[in-house]
């Protein structure tokens, strides 16, 4: 099952970064504080079997301060692991990420290639025998097939396949663009997200939103309106909530921060969640080095080697009164050069972070 049902509209780039040219074949512990981040998560090369590690250094903002990062809340999006997935089987990559010290995982499918089928209950055990917690999956929006799982044309076995795996959130990765670019086609886009959310709430479980770039961009009709302010105003908040991608609302602030008539318009990502916390309990934790001449502004890397000050952005979540623990950050990157070696030193980065004193 691939993560998108419909084309996505940033997916060219997002794979052409590293020369990948299709996803559609691919399938989709213990919290460790403190000083105690695992040697396992060190840098290193992975087997192409098994991802042993070979420990290394890796870089990040270190002291003696508190963890940036809360126990408990390191997950990874699968996505990033879809090679692994659909040759190895979600085994032994729960194994690794174990080793690695990660918490939880997010889905972007349920199937396993080549390692063969696999029911969601065995999924549900697999993971919480290897110490991770199902915290979310992505979802199509819709699609011109009426039979596609997506949330438009299934929405009652995707809702029944997140409660067979315990999932608290469950989500889109497709953008609002169903009806097009127009105050009134995100505004009935925000209709579709409040019915699905409060299906999802009535199962005990959250909806949620993953932005790209082009949702920070403007209202063709209506270009002083930002399609991500109309999409926050029309839904619910207590039916719909936003995982942000940092790594591409930080490209949105790059592209979008004047209007089309050239008008400045700037934005900090990070100023929405501080006004709007409880509408972001998931997060995607992605880098990026600054590149001007690229269109898009950044190169994306691993965690750790890019330009995003992680540091920064999770201590202003964490430090709100009462979201220390409120929020769920999950590793990723579109297209690794080696996926376990991306997990295991995004970890390790992450859990060397600590709080300026």
Request: aromatic share 10%; glycine share 10%.
């Amino acid at each position: 099952m691939s993560r998108f049902s419909q084309p996505d509209p940033e997916l060219g780039h997002r794979l052409s970064r590293r020369g990948m040219l299709g996803v559609a074949a691919g399938a989709t512990a213990a919290a460790l504080l403190g000083a105690a981040a695992p040697a396992s998560a060190a840098t290193g090369n992975a087997t192409a079997a098994t991802g042993s590690a070979t420990p290394a250094t890796t870089s990040g903002t270190k002291g003696r301060g508190r963890p940036v990062l809360p126990p408990g809340r390191l997950g990874i999006q699968l996505y990033s692991l879809r090679d692994k997935v659909s040759t190895l089987g979600f085994g032994p990559v729960f194994a690794e990420l174990e080793r690695y010290g990660y918490d939880e995982v997010e889905f972007a499918g349920y199937t396993q290639g080549s390692a063969g089928p696999i029911t969601l209950a065995q999924l549900k055990r697999l993971a919480r025998n290897h110490g991770l917690n199902p915290i979310g999956s992505h979802v199509g929006y819709y699609s011109d097939d009426p039979n596609a799982y997506t949330f438009a044309q299934n929405l009652t076995k995707v809702l029944d396949d997140a409660q067979a795996l315990g999932l608290k959130h469950i989500g889109t990765a497709s953008g609002p663009f169903r009806y097009g670019s127009t105050v009134d086609a995100w505004k009935r886009a925000a209709e579709d997200f409040n019915t699905y959310g409060a299906a999802a709430r009535a199962r005990g479980m959250k909806f949620y939103q993953h932005n790209h770039s082009e949702e920070f961009s403007f209202a063709t009709d209506n270009p002083k309106v930002r399609l991500y302010d109309i999409l926050l105003k029309e839904t619910d908040p207590d039916l719909v909530h936003l995982e942000m991608d940092i790594y591409w609302a930080y490209v949105g602030q790059f592209r979008f921060s004047k209007r089309p008539d050239g008008t400045p318009a700037p934005f900090e990502p990070l100023n929405y969640v501080l006004r709007q916390p409880d509408r972001y309990p998931l997060f995607h934790v992605k880098d990026g080095e600054r590149d001007p001449s690229n269109p898009y502004g950044y190169n994306m890397t691993d965690v750790g080697d890019g330009d995003i000050d992680y540091q920064r952005f999770i201590s202003a979540v964490t430090r709100l009164r009462g979201h220390r623990l409120a929020h769920h950050w999950q590793a990723e990157h579109d297209n690794p050069a080696e996926s376990f070696t991306f997990a295991r030193r995004s970890s390790a980065h992450l859990h060397s972070l600590r709080e300026k004193c």
